[in-house]
């Protein structure tokens, strides 16, 4: 006996997908030697103390990393700290550029603050996020094998859910590039492994609108 084939009807129509509260990660190198913002660094950690944030160590009873105060734009640390203040100009560049390209709203940066971190082996920073500011801007300016890696976490439902959607993301950055994200997701960087240092530094971007700006824009991404 022969088998009929029978195509079922389809009784839906009208499908459309849309993806929602999009997010994202930018990155680029910047032409700026690192080894001359380590040295900034270093001279940052001379002249002020470590104060008490997201950095810890995996060993009891012991300072985490160095964590700078946080440093807002000023003639007297440009000309202190030519090199960090090359890389943060440069950033401003890109963002501005990336603001325009891929999210495509009229705005543009307005405020860059920026602290140095050192994280010693077994240092590590706990997870946290970044209140009051919009984007935040990782620049490593030295980051030796097994020194550990940014994690972005989705802090939402979806973490519990068998859709497969992934809601942790680890960063493999390089040294000498810099990445740009969102300021509301939480993350953490991993205990440093290695023997050596692990150096950065951290930016908070604050955006307003654009000379062509109308009105506030709708968040779309390619």
Not at 171 to 190: D, M, T
């Amino acid at each position: 006996m022969q088998l009929l084939r029978v195509e079922r009807t389809i009784n839906y129509h009208d499908v459309s997908t849309e993806t929602l509260f999009p997010s994202f990660i930018w990155s680029c190198s910047i032409d700026i030697d690192p080894d001359k913002i380590k040295q900034e660094v270093y001279q940052i950690k001379k002249n002020h103390l470590s104060v008490v944030a997201s950095n810890s160590s995996a060993y009891e009873n012991i300072e985490g990393g160095y964590h700078s105060p946080y440093f807002s734009p000023n003639p007297q640390y440009e000309m202190n700290y030519p090199c960090i203040f090359d890389m943060i100009k440069t950033s401003e560049k890109f963002i501005n550029k990336l603001l325009n390209d891929h999210i495509r709203v009229d705005r543009e940066v307005d405020k860059i603050s920026f602290w140095a971190l050192i994280n010693k082996p077994y240092d590590y920073n706990m997870m946290h996020v970044h209140p009051h500011t919009d984007l935040i801007g990782v620049y490593y300016a030295s980051l030796p094998k097994k020194s550990g890696n940014m994690v972005v976490i989705r802090d939402d439902s979806f973490s519990v859910t068998n859709l497969g959607v992934q809601f942790a993301r680890e960063i493999s950055a390089e040294q000498g590039k810099l990445y740009v994200l969102p300021a509301n997701l939480f993350h953490f960087v991993q205990p440093n492994l290695s023997g050596d240092e692990r150096i950065s530094i951290a930016l908070n971007i604050t955006v307003k609108n654009s000379k062509n700006a109308k009105s506030r824009p709708v968040f779309k991404v390619d």
